[in-house]
């Protein structure tokens, strides 16, 4: 039974890969392009911050030389099979100098909200800002606005890893400006099957603190409220 934060199994690029394929990283990477190429014409160059496991730069790499951050070294051990001529850093993106730039910077899947708090998330803004070329776009997906954060969400995924099934179910609450996920995880191999958990706290921003935020790190800001997945996108541009 493992129930640590450092659980091996809960840090897997293969896991996350498991319980996330129902999302169509090929269609949002098609949007993404069209989107990128009304706002950056002929961009060629993008970083993912917070690029998880590069399922995004997996599609992307057809369009763009992508590189990308993450804090998970086993996420970009993955970004980098997927994409090997891609450049990949472990860094966070609270603070981040890579003394490049890029026409087109992403943050994806709400991976924003996992600095909890809009001090961090500003900070991380500004590092993302800073590694845009002049004309070109930052791209931020966000997570829930506090106003539409349920406490008391029940929800169910299952994936298959390479030796078995994994199931996965979440419960929701909330601590003031913080959503709380409870995740229960069951890993059934032909051997055995092991329970993990976890919890993750993801901050919830409003429009106006992410747009103050944009504005802050010197960049025009739109948001566009369905997004690649419903979850909205503010589009930055200098
Ligand atoms: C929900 S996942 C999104 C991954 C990927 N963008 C996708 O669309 O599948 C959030 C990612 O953010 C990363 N992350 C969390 N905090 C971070 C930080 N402070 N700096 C860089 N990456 C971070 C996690 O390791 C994880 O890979």
Same mark, same amino acid.
């Given at each position: ?39 950056? &014409? ?10 998880? %496991? $590069? *399922?995004?730069?997996?599609? @992307? ?84 606005? &506090? ?10 995924? %299952? $994936? *298959?890893?390479?030796?078995? @099934? ?73």
């Amino acid at each position: 039974m493992g129930l640590s934060q450092n659980d091996d199994f809960l840090q897997s690029a293969e896991l996350y890969d498991a319980i996330y394929h129902f999302k169509n990283y090929q269609r949002e990477s098609e949007w993404l392009r069209n989107l990128i190429d009304r706002v950056v &014409p002929g961009a060629h160059t993008l970083l993912d911050v917070g690029c998880g %496991t $590069g *399922e995004h730069a997996r599609f @992307l790499k057809q369009h763009y030389s992508v590189d990308g951050i993450d804090l998970n070294n086993r996420y970009l051990e993955a970004a980098r099979s997927k994409n090997p001529s891609g450049r990949y850093h472990c860094a966070n993106m609270i603070g981040f100098a890579l003394g490049s730039s890029y026409d087109v910077v992403t943050c994806l899947f709400s991976a924003i909200a996992y600095v909890k708090t809009i001090e961090s998330a500003q900070r991380a803004i500004l590092s993302m800002a800073r590694h845009v070329r002049p004309g070109g776009a930052l791209l931020v997906e966000p997570w829930f606005q &506090p106003e539409s954060w349920k406490p008391g969400m029940l929800s169910i995924n %299952t $994936g *298959e890893s390479k030796d078995g @099934l994994i199931c996965r179910m979440a419960l929701s609450r909330r601590e003031d400006n913080l959503s709380v996920i409870s995740l229960h995880y069951l890993h059934g191999t032909r051997q055995a099957v092991s329970y993990h958990t976890e919890q993750l706290e993801l901050g919830l921003f409003t429009k106006d603190q992410m747009v103050h935020s944009f504005q802050q790190a010197g960049m025009q800001v739109t948001y566009e409220p369905e997004g690649l997945i419903g979850r909205g996108l503010y589009i930055g541009t200098r």
